[in-house]
């Protein structure tokens, strides 16, 4: 498995970049003097027996002698408990961190480490298409061509982004362009499990550990064993929690809840958010050590207002994808009713895609694809149902409330269609509070009783310019 570090995705600077960590083991005394072993693995085991990562013969070597661990700090050496000890650099140690160029010893083999880092350049993909996702635009190429690049590997990946830009479809496409396609992929919405019931939903419970507890239950890692785990608005996750998820990426073992055996798993950790986890370490709520090894490819999901180049092709694949099975592949004049010779894909006027691409979306991808299924369910041509929206007002709201109500889908959660109305009234009290302020910054933040450091993070949240007319 290979663990990559990189800059996110710059736009403005390509190609773009990731750092590819390894280290090297070289045989220097022992039975397989001479040879070398290149490892990209974050947890690298050393012994005879067959299981491990790199395995040597030398009989006075235990069976499962020492690992090396990769954390925050650097690479970590830690006896298994081996029967001859674990020397470095000639002193006896049960865990140290290791120097390059150290000497490690066990029994009478002896292996010199070597870390270093190779740099790679991410080109932008020339496809349109990968996996789950659609895009043509230069974000979601790069994007593309990153997921190429890593998809084989097992780094971890961090998906940051906003509510419905489709980090899962970046999750489910990492999985199934990767080795482990054939195993399971398992998903974990850490923010719509209870925070008494998340625990064993990630690990696992015994028999009797809690009330209700009635069976031994395998938690996600255990069942993924072999394939990804995806964690879904990681950024929930308790405190308490974070140590123990911390312990899976580092030693890939758990312990199940009320069980006191070590389980073994060998999986591919993937995790998404909406929250800014830097920002989150700042203020206390997430362990910076957990970040920093989650943090290892970081993945910035776009907002559809930053690639609107995408939405006539996404528009496309939803009424391939949406149109009922037996009207998929009609035939017709093509009219914008969806009404003619036959029974066409309808197809979007010019007037509509304007105001399609004029719409400000803040519910993403997501809301644009509830659109077009809405158009569809209702039987009604999808231009006449979203060219409404597409013309609200990209500038500031007037004071006067509207009586819009909520429209609910069937397919979404109660968490992801709150948060998708949370947006929507965030950019327009923004707008409406700035428009009262005539622009003041200082003005708006008294207004609203807000601090004005957290008004200014608001308005670049949403790209939101207090000078616009």
Same mark, same amino acid.
């Given at each position: 498995?290979?663990?990559?570090?990189?800059?996110?995705?710059?736009?403005?600077?390509?190609?773009?970049?990731?750092?590819?960590?390894?280290?090297?083991?070289?045989?220097?005394?022992?039975?397989?003097?001479?040879?070398?072993?290149?490892?990209?693995?974050?947890?690298?085991?050393?012994?005879?027996?067959?299981?491990?990562?790199?395995?040597?013969?030398?009989?006075?070597?235990?069976?499962?002698?020492?690992?090396?661990?990769?954390?925050?700090?650097?690479?970590?050496?830690?006896?298994?408990?081996?029967?001859?000890?674990?020397?470095?650099?000639?002193?006896?140690?049960?865990?140290?961190?290791?120097?390059?160029?150290?000497?490690?010893?066990?029994?009478?083999?002896?292996?010199?480490?070597?870390?270093?880092?190779?740099?790679?350049?991410?080109?932008?993909?020339?496809?349109?298409?990968?996996?789950?996702?659609?895009?043509?635009?230069?974000?979601?190429?790069?994007?593309?061509?990153?997921?190429?690049?890593?998809?084989?590997?097992?780094?971890?990946?961090?998906?940051?982004?906003?509510?419905?830009?489709?980090?899962?479809?970046?999750?489910?496409?990492?999985?199934?362009?990767?080795?482990?396609?054939?195993?399971?992929?398992?998903?974990?919405?850490?923010?719509?499990?209870?925070?008494?019931?998340?625990?064993?939903?990630?690990?696992?419970?015994?028999?009797?550990?809690?009330?209700?507890?009635?069976?031994?239950?395998?938690?996600?890692?255990?069942?993924?064993?072999?394939?990804?785990?995806?964690?879904?608005?990681?950024?929930? $996750?308790?405190?308490?929690?974070?140590?123990?998820? $911390?312990?899976?990426?580092?030693?890939?073992?758990?312990?199940?809840?009320?069980?006191?055996?070590?389980?073994?798993?060998?999986?591919?950790?993937?995790?998404?958010?909406?929250?800014?986890?830097?920002?989150?370490?700042?203020?206390?709520?997430?362990?910076?050590?957990?970040?920093?090894?989650?943090?290892?490819?970081?993945?910035?999901?776009?907002?559809?207002?930053?690639?609107?180049?995408?939405?006539?092709?996404?528009?496309?694949?939803? $009424?391939?994808?949406?149109?009922?099975?037996?009207?998929?592949?009609?035939?017709?004049?093509?009219?914008?009713?969806?009404?003619?010779?036959?029974?066409?894909?309808?197809? $979007?006027?010019?007037?509509?895609?304007?105001?399609?691409?004029?719409?400000?979306?803040?519910?993403?991808?997501?809301?644009?694809?509830?659109?077009?299924?809405?158009?569809?369910?209702?039987?009604?041509?999808?231009?006449?149902?979203?060219?409404?929206?597409?013309?609200?007002?990209?500038?500031?709201?007037?004071?006067?409330?509207?009586?819009?109500?909520?429209?609910?889908?069937?397919?979404?959660?109660?968490?992801?269609?709150?948060?998708?109305?949370?947006?929507?009234?965030?950019?327009?009290?923004?707008?409406?509070?700035?428009?009262?302020?005539?622009?003041?910054?200082?003005?708006?933040?008294?207004?609203?009783?807000?601090?004005?450091?957290?008004?200014?993070?608001?308005?670049?949240?949403?790209?939101?310019?207090?000078?616009?007319?």
């Amino acid at each position: 498995m290979e663990h990559l570090t990189g800059t996110r995705i710059q736009r403005d600077v390509k190609p773009a970049t990731v750092n590819l960590r390894r280290c090297k083991l070289v045989v220097i005394k022992g039975p397989e003097r001479g040879t070398e072993h290149v490892i990209a693995a974050d947890v690298i085991r050393v012994g005879k027996a067959p299981e491990n990562d790199l395995t040597v013969t030398d009989e006075t070597v235990s069976r499962v002698h020492f690992e090396i661990v990769r954390d925050a700090k650097g690479y970590l050496l830690r006896d298994l408990r081996s029967t001859n000890g674990t020397f470095l650099d000639g002193a006896e140690i049960k865990e140290a961190y290791i120097r390059a160029g150290s000497v490690i010893s066990s029994g009478a083999t002896e292996l010199k480490f070597t870390p270093f880092e190779e740099r790679i350049e991410i080109l932008p993909s020339d496809k349109e298409r990968l996996g789950e996702m659609v895009g043509r635009s230069a974000p979601m190429r790069e994007i593309f061509g990153l997921v190429e690049r890593i998809a084989s590997t097992d780094a971890t990946v961090l998906i940051e982004g906003e509510t419905g830009t489709g980090k899962d479809m970046i999750a489910r496409t990492l999985h199934a362009l990767s080795p482990r396609r054939g195993a399971p992929f398992i998903v974990v919405d850490c923010g719509a499990v209870s925070g008494t019931l998340i625990e064993s939903e990630l690990f696992g419970h015994e028999k009797g550990a809690f009330t209700g507890a009635v069976s031994s239950r395998q938690g996600a890692f255990e069942l993924a064993d072999g394939g990804t785990v995806f964690l879904d608005e990681l950024g929930e $996750l308790a405190l308490d929690l974070q140590p123990k998820l $911390l312990r899976v990426l580092e030693q890939r073992e758990l312990r199940r809840v009320g069980g006191g055996k070590v389980i073994k798993v060998d999986l591919r950790v993937v995790a998404a958010t909406r929250k800014d986890l830097r920002s989150e370490v700042e203020k206390g709520k997430f362990r910076e050590d957990l970040y920093f090894r989650l943090n290892v490819v970081p993945i910035v999901a776009p907002s559809l207002c930053d690639r609107k180049d995408d939405i006539p092709i996404l528009v496309e694949h939803f $009424l391939a994808q949406l149109m009922p099975e037996g009207k998929r592949d009609g035939t017709g004049d093509g009219s914008a009713d969806g009404k003619g010779d036959g029974e066409a894909r309808p197809s $979007l006027s010019e007037d509509t895609m304007a105001a399609l691409m004029a719409h400000d979306w803040p519910g993403n991808v997501r809301e644009l694809r509830n659109v077009i299924e809405r158009a569809l369910a209702l039987g009604t041509d999808p231009g006449r149902l979203v060219a409404p929206l597409g013309h609200r007002p990209l500038q500031r709201a007037s004071s006067q409330p509207t009586a819009a109500e909520p429209e609910f889908s069937p397919e979404l959660s109660f968490r992801e269609q709150k948060e998708q109305w949370t947006e929507q009234f965030e950019r327009r009290y923004l707008r409406w509070l700035l428009g009262r302020a005539e622009g003041n910054i200082s003005k708006a933040a008294r207004a609203a009783d807000m601090d004005r450091k957290y008004l200014h993070k608001l308005l670049k949240k949403y790209d939101i310019d207090p000078a616009a007319p």
